[in-house]
């Protein structure tokens, strides 16, 4: 496979799925090739010789499966990867696929995440997504042994290492060169590796740098400092040496994931596409607005609505609602606070407690936005009616604006709910600062049977790993 621009060939006769696989392959500079069938795929193929074919494997005609068969068994093309897409991968699929031919596969609804990986792990112009040099590693330790221990497991790898002995270096260097990954020990002169995590998470500019936390294997303190401070792996001494590489491996993995995807995002201004591709483009333009409207009276919600509005298919999906209704409710989710254009801003960016009034004022934006959203005769504008209205009742019935409880509360408006508190509790506020995910969690699992549906936040919690992913993807 070559550096540079390459062809991809996409074999799907489901349109939103191939506009998500186009968008993510088309920013990356890549020249993409379609197909709807197995018959015009195969003429594709040994016409242009694609370097690498995405393939459904529930085509009409030809399957993918047959297709996969054909190209593995002529020379010419039988070394090109081919990654099966599939709408239900059960138990013992992967084996038929890899019989088949197939060297991957992904299945649906996949997320862009997925695409990336497989984009990667193919080395589909790596190294222009990396930035065209060798990651970058920063080793602060003021032990000269443990410094040339650590370039010696690297540097053969092509790692390019920066060595300093304190604290202060280590800041100082971190500000200059942005490495790729920082590995800190935690006892440090002049300032220690706790503090340099912290300052390092606290920058936006450095924020995204991976952090690895060097420490002894019975300091559980620091290791509980280092996490509160943004630390993302720990090291034990003596150190390890595979260890160290695969940790290294997985969070410079994490990070061009990250990058990759927050550049699609600022791109695509922050599109909800890749989960709305079953509504109208019209639909589509109104209530990206609508949401935006939001985020111009108040300029502190940064991705608020984005992160909702993805909980919300978790959730959703979890629950065995079916894809189009669950991308229906999760659009019209990231519309819960469009009453707040109603509110007025003197409130809304209020850097303290508001008063009994000003909160008052504040409670009607849920009548606000349901009386926006009402009456339209769109399914997606009344489902988000519902939610603006009732995403702050409560369980114990002590919510509003109606004082619904229970199951009396639409289940759009219970899934919005915890989707909003806890992506609420993760943020920033003028009064407060945010909080870690772990105390999020706990405080949902707190909030269980009172302000949330318990049975929703059981679903919530077994999906948790999703959700920290967008967490994190997705942050401000």
């Keep these: 496979m070559r550096e540079g621009i390459i062809k991809i060939l996409v074999v799907e006769d489901e349109p939103k799925s191939v506009k998500l696989i186009r968008e993510i392959i088309e920013m990356r500079a890549h020249t993409i090739m379609e197909a709807n069938n197995g018959v015009s795929a195969l003429r594709l193929i040994n016409e242009h010789i694609p370097d690498l074919i995405f393939?459904?494997?529930?085509?009409?005609?030809?399957?993918?499966?047959t297709l996969t068969k054909l190209i593995k068994a002529n020379p010419k093309i039988n070394n090109i990867p081919v990654v099966a897409v599939t709408a239900s991968a059960m138990k013992g699929d992967k084996q038929r696929f890899l019989q088949a031919g197939c060297d991957e596969y992904i299945s649906k609804p996949f997320h862009v995440k997925d695409i990336i990986d497989i984009l990667n792990k193919y080395d589909v112009d790596a190294k222009k997504a990396q930035g065209q040099h060798n990651p970058i590693v920063l080793v602060a330790d003021d032990r000269i042994e443990n410094?040339?221990?650590?370039?010696?497991?690297?540097?053969?790898?092509?790692?390019?290492?920066?060595?300093?002995?304190?604290?202060?270096?280590?800041?100082?260097?971190?500000?200059?060169?942005?490495?790729?990954?920082?590995?800190?020990?935690?006892?440090?002169?002049?300032?220690?590796?706790?503090?340099?995590?912290?300052?390092?998470?606290?920058?936006?500019?450095?924020?995204?740098?991976?952090?690895?936390?060097?420490?002894?294997?019975?300091d559980t303190e620091s290791k509980i400092m280092a996490l509160s401070a943004g630390a993302d792996e720990f090291l034990t001494k003596p150190i390890d040496r595979s260890e160290l590489i695969l940790r290294i491996k997985n969070l410079l993995k994490i990070k061009q994931h990250v990058d990759s995807l927050n550049k699609i995002i600022n791109e695509k201004t922050r599109s909800l596409q890749s989960t709305i591709e079953t509504l109208k483009q019209s639909q589509i333009e109104t209530i990206y607005k609508l949401s935006k409207a939001v985020?111009?009276?108040?300029?502190?919600?940064?991705?608020?609505?984005?992160?909702?509005?993805?909980?919300?298919?978790?959730?959703?999906?979890?629950?065995?609602?079916?894809?189009?209704?669950?991308?229906?409710?999760?659009?019209?989710?990231?519309?819960?606070?469009?009453?707040?254009?109603?509110?007025?801003?003197?409130?809304?960016?209020?850097?303290?407690?508001?008063?009994?009034?000003?909160?008052?004022?504040?409670?009607?934006?849920?009548?606000?936005?349901?009386?926006?959203?009402?009456?339209?005769?769109?399914?997606?504008?009344?489902?988000?009616?519902?939610?603006?209205?009732?995403?702050?009742?409560?369980w114990d019935g002590n919510g509003y604006p109606r004082g619904l409880a229970g199951n009396l509360i639409p289940i759009t408006g219970r899934i919005t709910a915890i989707a909003d508190v806890f992506d609420a509790l993760t943020m920033k506020k003028t009064y407060r600062p945010a909080f870690s995910v772990e105390n999020a969690i706990e405080a949902i699992n707190a909030e269980s049977g009172k302000h949330l549906d318990p049975e929703l936040v059981d679903v919530f919690l077994n999906r948790i790993k999703d959700i920290i992913e967008v967490t994190y993807l997705f942050k401000d």
């Design 147 to 218: 410094l040339k221990l650590i370039e010696a497991i690297l540097l053969p790898l092509g790692y390019n290492i920066i060595t300093v002995n304190n604290g202060k270096q280590a800041i100082d260097k971190i500000k200059t060169i942005e490495p790729d990954i920082a590995l800190i020990n935690v006892l440090m002169p002049e300032v220690d590796g706790i503090e340099v995590c912290r300052l390092i998470k606290a920058d936006k500019q450095t924020s995204t740098i991976p952090v690895i936390i060097i420490t002894a294997l019975d």
């Design 55 to 65: 393939v459904d494997i529930n085509l009409p005609g030809m399957d993918g499966l």
């Design 295 to 394: 985020e111009y009276m108040d300029q502190n919600i940064g991705n608020h609505n984005e992160r909702v509005s993805r909980y919300v298919m978790i959730i959703t999906n979890a629950l065995g609602i079916s894809r189009d209704e669950a991308e229906t409710i999760s659009v019209a989710s990231c519309m819960h606070d469009i009453g707040k254009i109603g509110v007025p801003q003197s409130i809304l960016l209020k850097p303290d407690s508001l008063t009994t009034n000003e909160f008052k004022q504040v409670k009607e934006h849920t009548t606000i936005g349901a009386n926006i959203l009402s009456s339209a005769g769109s399914k997606i504008l009344d489902l988000a009616a519902e939610i603006a209205l009732t995403h702050h009742e409560r």
